[in-house]
């Protein structure tokens, strides 16, 4: 059942990378040049055929430029991306990826029948390695939990390994339809 899950989910899970603009002195401490510089990769999922991405906020915070890489559907394909909105209360960013699609969307589960000891999928792109997948079991549902100044209300909990890099990836339930989005590593 996990395979079958993964192939059915993992064309909508995709890669997020991003520059940002850093000043950076030149010769002398008092001039600065200003340059793009790679910035955070991270992970999203596509949740309309017209290109539309969900991912946390954290991954494009200060973005100069987001890219998405399609890395589900046997290619490669990177496509510039922009950002229609942020919601930093909950870490989340909503993105449109140029161009009309059709892209392959993510199927909506049920988070209403969730329980407790079922089986999760995490699938993302932990450490810019590509698309990886780790499953676990749902720990808890409704979970708040305060991250440095930030309470996060009625999160989804699981044991499935979620690496720097997993943000804004899929957590699937097992037949592979959209539940939830990694955010944070507790």
Same mark, same amino acid.
Request: proline content about 4%.
């Given at each position: 059942? +996990?395979? &079958? /899950? ?17 000043? +950076? ?20 999922? =596509?949740?309309?055929?017209?290109? @539309? ?6 991954? =494009?915070?200060?973005? /100069?430029?987001?890219?998405?890489? !399609?890395?589900?559907?046997?290619? &490669? $394909? &990177?496509?510039? #991306? *922009?950002?229609?909105?942020? $919601?930093?209360?909950? $870490?989340?960013? !909503? ?5 009309? *699609?059709? @892209?392959?969307? #993510? %199927?909506? *589960?049920? +988070? ?22 780790? +499953? ?34 899929? !957590? ?6 959209? =539940?939830?989005?990694?955010? %944070?590593? @507790?």
């Amino acid at each position: 059942p +996990v395979v &079958e /899950a993964v192939e059915r989910a993992a064309p909508a899970v995709v890669s997020i990378g991003t520059t940002r603009l850093v000043r +950076v002195p030149r010769f002398w401490e008092w001039d600065f040049v200003v340059q793009e510089r790679p910035g955070a990769l991270g992970s999203g999922v =596509i949740v309309h055929p017209r290109g @539309y991405v969900v991912t946390n906020a954290h991954v =494009i915070n200060q973005a /100069a430029q987001i890219s998405v890489k !399609l890395t589900g559907l046997g290619r &490669e $394909d &990177e496509i510039a #991306a *922009g950002l229609v909105a942020v $919601d930093l209360e909950h $870490d989340l960013a !909503l993105l449109k990826m140029e161009g009309d *699609g059709p @892209y392959p969307a #993510a %199927a909506f *589960g049920r +988070v209403d029948d969730l329980m407790v000891g079922e089986t999760v999928i995490a699938m993302g792109n932990p450490f810019g390695l590509g698309r990886t997948v780790t +499953v676990g079991v749902l720990s808890a549902v409704d979970r708040d939990i305060q991250i440095r100044d930030q309470l996060f209300e009625g999160l989804l909990q699981t044991d499935a390994a979620v690496n720097q890099g997993n943000s804004g990836g899929a !957590l699937l339930n097992i037949l592979g339809e959209w =539940i939830g989005v990694n955010s %944070a590593i @507790y």
